[in-house]
C-alpha cells in the first residue's frame, strides 16, 4: 500500500504491542479501535478513501469493523485473510485440536471467566453475523492448507457476507502464509480489488 502511495497505519491490537489492556479480544473490542481510528482520519480528511485489511484476527476485526452500521462511506473496501467465522466455532477448534480437550464443559467455563472478567462473551464475537450487515465490498482470502483456521470457514464467510465480495483460494499455504507463498498471486489480487474502489 505504501508503494502505490497509500498512508498506512498499522494499529496494535487489544492486549498486543504498546496496547495496555490485559486481555485479548479476538476482534471484539478491536473493532471499536479501528472505528476510533477511522473517525480520526476521516476528522483530518473528510474525502479520506479507507481501505480496511486484516490477516487472522486482525481479519476478524475488519469483518467485525465492517459489520458496524455507522461505519462511513470513507471505508471503500476491505481485504480479510484467513479469518474465522467465530470466536466460538474457532476456540471450540483449538480446544480439540491443540488442547484435546472436549468442548464441553471447558468452552463454557472458559466463556465464563471471560465474561466475569468483563473482556467479551465468545458467542458475540462472530463476524460470520458482521458479513452478512456489511455494505463494505470485501475480498475473502484464504489459504487451502489452513487447518489453525479451517479453509471452510472461508466459504461460509463469503456465502454469508451481503456485500459485494470476491474470494482467493490459495493453494498449498498454511495459517496467514498467502502472502510469502504466492507473493504474485496474493499482491496482484489485493491490487486489482482495491482499485476497484478507489
Request: charged letters at 25%; a negative charge; aromatic letters at 12%.
Amino acid at each position: 500500500f505504501d508503494k502505490k502511495g497509500f498512508n498506512v497505519i498499522l494499529p496494535d491490537l487489544v492486549s498486543f504491542g504498546e496496547d495496555e489492556q490485559k486481555y485479548c479480544s479476538m476482534g471484539y473490542h478491536d473493532k471499536d479501535y479501528i472505528k476510533d481510528w477511522i473517525r480520526y482520519i476521516v476528522d483530518k480528511d473528510s474525502e479520506a478513501e479507507i481501505v480496511l485489511l486484516g490477516v487472522s484476527m486482525g481479519s476478524a476485526t475488519t469483518m467485525l469493523t465492517t459489520g458496524e452500521s455507522d461505519i462511513p462511506d470513507n471505508v471503500k473496501c476491505a481485504v480479510a485473510d484467513c479469518g474465522y467465522t467465530s470466536v466460538w466455532d474457532e476456540y471450540i477448534i483449538q480446544c480439540k485440536e491443540t488442547y484435546k480437550l472436549p468442548a464441553f464443559p471447558f468452552m463454557n467455563a472458559a466463556n465464563t471467566v471471560s465474561k466475569l472478567r468483563g473482556n467479551f462473551d465468545f458467542k458475540k464475537c462472530s463476524p460470520i453475523k458482521a458479513v452478512a450487515r456489511s455494505k463494505t465490498p470485501t475480498l475473502f482470502i484464504h489459504g487451502e492448507e489452513d487447518t489453525f483456521v479451517p479453509y471452510s470457514m472461508m466459504d461460509k464467510l463469503y456465502n454469508a457476507c451481503t456485500a459485494e465480495k470476491e474470494k482467493l483460494s490459495v493453494p498449498g499455504t498454511a495459517h496467514a502464509d498467502s502472502c510469502w507463498t504466492q507473493p504474485e498471486l496474493y499482491y496482484s489480487t489485493i491490487d486489482r480489488f482495491v482499485d476497484k474502489y478507489i
